[in-house]
């Protein structure tokens, strides 16, 4: 009878009672747009990344636009990102004037992988964009060092990875600037908005200016910016969400724990040593036809996703003028994009959900 019961879908964001009496008490106040929610959001959010200046923005996709634009890229200036990521990450690159140049991942991670990395360095690149995927933190301990040696600039892609670390230095405090979404089916969400973290006051000052029209008093426009603005609506929403935080990143990982220990036949989600994964993904390795496995599940009743069915290098606006594919060679994002699949892993589930999927699993990957 498992078909007649609802579906575990494959993310369930949270819009509360707490979330929609914040919202309505900002509607109430008349102060809607970035106000005083906004500031104590910011300063609320700066105690997950050791006190760093935080500045709200529109969405994760603007946190990575804003900071990239921050870093005045000329003509031809390079940033080595994954292609094995969201589109927003190579888009902010070229949004903001750069040349997207990617590189392969780790088998492991999923992450972008350090010496792919050493060997895509140019003359022309000024920046590394490490995504932390799924909520596993990159290898910062050494794409750091790496960044340093070449006098190159890191930013953080961390939409997928709030209160993530690695020997227990959370994302968003290694690079020039850590981006956040707070995109609704993220760990936690605003709507829409994000945050850009950065231990640099006057890398802050400026974010702050191309955030809001170049200006900081009103009218004294003192660079060319653009509106991204975080509204105070959001600001209250995100303010629930973060308070709620804490509490959902450890029923992911127990989540994430219940899983690792149960399925069978599938390759579980490694963790790096030293690394706190926070599962915005439990992403697991399916050899074989992923469809059908994919379809089994469902018929179960538990959703899924492949996250993501086209690598970045392969999207149209990345292609040559012919329509092949640039001059990349990463086989490990060849792999991982044929053979990857997410499963439910948010804090709303419950045991009967999780046992549902174990179920679900473990007979999938027999019949495949
Ligand atoms: C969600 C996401 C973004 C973009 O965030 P938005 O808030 O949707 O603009 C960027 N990078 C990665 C890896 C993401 O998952």
Not at 127 to 140: D, E, F, K, R, S
Request: hydrophobic residues 45%; glycine residues 8%; negative net charge.
């Amino acid at each position: 009878m498992t078909g007649s019961q609802p579906a575990i879908p494959p993310a369930r964001p949270v819009i509360g009672e707490d979330e929609i009496e914040a919202a309505v008490r900002v509607l109430r106040s008349g102060m809607v747009v970035q106000g005083p929610e906004v500031a104590a959001f910011e300063r609320e959010f700066s105690e997950l990344v050791e006190g760093r200046h935080c500045v709200a923005v529109n969405s994760g996709t603007s946190a990575l636009q804003l900071s990239l634009l921050a870093l005045d890229f000329k003509p031809g200036d390079e940033v080595i990102v994954p292609s094995f990521s969201f589109a927003a990450t190579a888009n902010a690159v070229r949004l903001a004037g750069g040349v997207p140049v990617f590189a392969d991942i780790e088998a492991d991670t999923f992450n972008l992988d350090p010496d792919a990395v050493a060997a895509a360095i140019t003359p022309r690149t000024v920046a590394i964009m490490p995504v932390h995927l799924y909520g596993h933190p990159a290898a910062m301990d050494r794409l750091m060092p790496l960044a340093e040696a070449h006098g190159l600039t890191v930013v953080e892609d961390a939409a997928q990875a709030h209160a993530a670390a690695l020997n227990g230095t959370p994302v968003g405090a290694f690079g020039i600037a850590g981006c956040f979404s707070f995109y609704p089916t993220k760990n936690m969400h605003s709507l829409e908005g994000g945050m850009i973290t950065t231990g640099d006051a006057e890398f802050a000052r400026k974010l702050r200016l191309l955030r809001n029209q170049g200006m900081e008093k009103q009218y004294q426009n003192e660079i060319v910016g653009a509106n991204m603005r975080m509204t105070d609506v959001a600001a209250a929403i995100g303010r629930v969400q973060l308070g709620k935080l804490g509490g959902w990143t450890e029923r992911r990982r127990a989540n994430a724990a219940y899983l690792d220990e149960r399925l069978t036949g599938v390759a579980v989600p490694p963790v790096a040593p030293g690394a706190k994964h926070v599962y915005h993904q439990y992403t697991i390795r399916v050899s074989g036809d992923r469809e059908a496995f994919r379809a089994a599940l469902s018929e179960r009743g538990v959703g899924s996703g492949s996250y993501y069915p086209t690598p970045i290098h392969r999207l149209k606006p990345y292609l040559n003028e012919d329509g092949t594919p640039g001059p990349w060679k990463l086989p490990e994002t060849e792999r991982a994009t044929g053979e990857v699949l997410s499963l439910p892993i948010y804090p709303t589930l419950t045991t009967e959900d999780l046992d549902r999927i174990v179920e679900a699993v473990n007979a999938a990957a027999v019949a495949a």
